[in-house]
């Protein structure tokens, strides 16, 4: 079963704006990561941020982590049409250690 | 240095058949992780294997089975094949298989279509 919820399901922008997602999860964490995958194939590792960070950044991304609230947001800034594709949150479950994915966020950059 | 290979891509098979999937992983990975991915949904974890053994399983039937070989290859077997099977298929490796599961590396999946 899905642990996380994404928010929005679908995002369209234009290049150059900035995309926010959102991801809330149920259960205690030791870490959450951030995958990106285009058009239907394999994952692409953005970033992971640990139970005991609150933000970090990589490039143009900026990733942050309320374990009070069990959430999670990815903001990427500047926005190209490369960035066209879908995003996942997956949690690493404390309990279990399994890797769990999110529904994922569709996002469009339109040039 | 290659990255987490999968084969075959693509697969058509009928109903009650069976199908094996191969996935090797990145050089120096002991950690082998199988997911389904059905249309429109995220990735849904089926095994991880490490150091040849299952180290975990999801909510998946006893038609889904699957190994590891000592030079840390895997294969994915699904018998008694369902429609509902039909999905992307995709392996990860990493490094060891802890707990704490540190960054997984995605092949690039098997197309499975069961007509």
């Known amino acids: 079963s899905q642990q996380g919820e994404e928010d929005p399901q679908a995002l369209s922008i234009q290049e150059g704006e900035n995309a926010t997602m959102n991801c809330s999860y149920k259960?205690?964490?030791?870490?959450l990561q951030w995958y990106r995958q285009n058009s239907g194939r394999g994952l692409v590792h953005l970033i992971l941020i640990r139970s005991n960070e609150r933000e970090k950044h990589s490039g143009r991304l900026r990733v942050t982590l309320d374990t009070s609230k069990k959430s999670s947001s990815l903001l990427i800034t500047a926005s190209r049409a490369a960035d066209t594709a879908s995003y996942f949150c997956?949690?690493?479950?404390?309990?279990?250690?399994?890797?769990?994915f999110g529904q994922g966020t569709t996002l469009q950059v339109k040039p | 240095d290659a990255g987490v290979t999968q084969s075959p891509t693509h697969l058509i098979k009928t109903r009650g058949q069976h199908v094996t999937l191969r996935c090797s992983p990145i050089?120096?990975?002991?950690?082998v992780s199988w997911y389904q991915q059905v249309l429109g949904q995220g990735p849904q974890f089926i095994f991880q294997y490490y150091e040849k053994e299952e180290r975990g399983r999801g909510n998946f039937p006893d038609r889904f089975s699957a190994r590891q070989f000592p030079n840390y290859s895997s294969e994915l077997n699904v018998n008694a094949l369902l429609l509902g099977d039909s999905a992307l298929y995709l392996c990860?490796?990493?490094?060891?298989?802890?707990?704490?599961?540190?960054?997984?590396?995605f092949g690039p999946g098997t197309r499975l279509l069961v007509l």
């Open positions: 259960t205690s964490i030791n870490n």
């Open positions: 050089s120096g990975h002991k950690s």
């Open positions: 997956a949690t690493v479950a404390s309990n279990t250690g399994k890797l769990i």
């Open positions: 990860a490796s990493s490094l060891a298989g802890g707990r704490t599961q540190e960054t997984q590396y």
